[in-house]
């Protein structure tokens, strides 16, 4: 039986309430960063890279370039092989340089908090601008990365693969004071017990609402 408008808030209801028990409504974001620049340039890399491997390249890379300009006059190669470890280095170094210098050139070096200017930067599509709207200005914004996406289609919530579309799914059904706590918690939630191919549905605070673990049970 299809589930009703007015069953499923009130699902979505008690699912915000068990994360907001289980991770607090704080939030914070899993990419270390001390500037809005730092932080584009860390999710730029966090593409098909975990946060803690950004981290660990991070650390010495933002002491090695600790300003927007020493990364817009970075040698492409040289940059490249700084951040090697975290894949697709070609595009994500000729990204990460090419958005230096617009921030540079057409900003001043402030970053916009528009998300159609955030997207026009080198490497820049939804899901970063919506990072750094969400954890830099503090804009209400939904974050649909790898476990977002997963999570809410087990969920019952979307029923999607495209980031795009699952985004302004979510953007209807989900308070705006959540919207960025949506993306922090399901990450925790995904590297803890809903595990991409092997989920632990037995101790998921989330079980009691999720139509994918009764399936399970």
């Known amino acids: 039986m299809k589930e009703s408008v007015k069953k499923r808030d009130e699902r979505v209801r008690k699912i915000l309430e068990a994360l907001d028990n289980e991770y607090g409504t704080d939030g914070y974001c899993h990419l270390v960063h001390e500037t809005p620049w730092q932080l584009l340039f860390a999710t730029i890399m966090s593409a098909q890279c975990t946060d803690a491997r950004v981290n660990l390249v991070t650390k010495d890379l933002f002491v090695k370039y600790p300003t927007l300009m020493s990364f817009a006059g970075a040698d492409l190669s040289e940059l490249e092989n700084d951040i090697k470890s975290t894949g697709f280095y070609h595009n994500k170094a000729k990204n990460i340089i090419g958005a230096a210098q617009r921030l540079l050139e057409e900003y001043n070096g402030e970053m916009p908090s528009d998300i159609d200017e955030l997207t026009t930067l080198p490497g820049v599509g939804r899901k970063t601008a919506n990072v750094i ?77 999720c139509p994918s673990a009764k399936k399970e049970s």
Do not use: Q
């Open 133 to 209: 709207r969400g954890n830099i200005f503090h804009e209400p914004s939904i974050v649909v990365d790898t476990h977002v996406k997963r999570i809410s289609r087990l969920l019952g919530i979307t029923d999607t693969d495209d980031p795009v579309k699952a985004e302004f799914r979510l953007m209807e059904i989900l308070p705006k004071d959540h919207w960025i706590l949506w993306n922090v918690d399901l990450i925790d939630l995904g590297r803890s017990t809903c595990i991409s191919g092997r989920p632990r549905c037995s101790g998921c605070i989330l079980r009691e609402y």
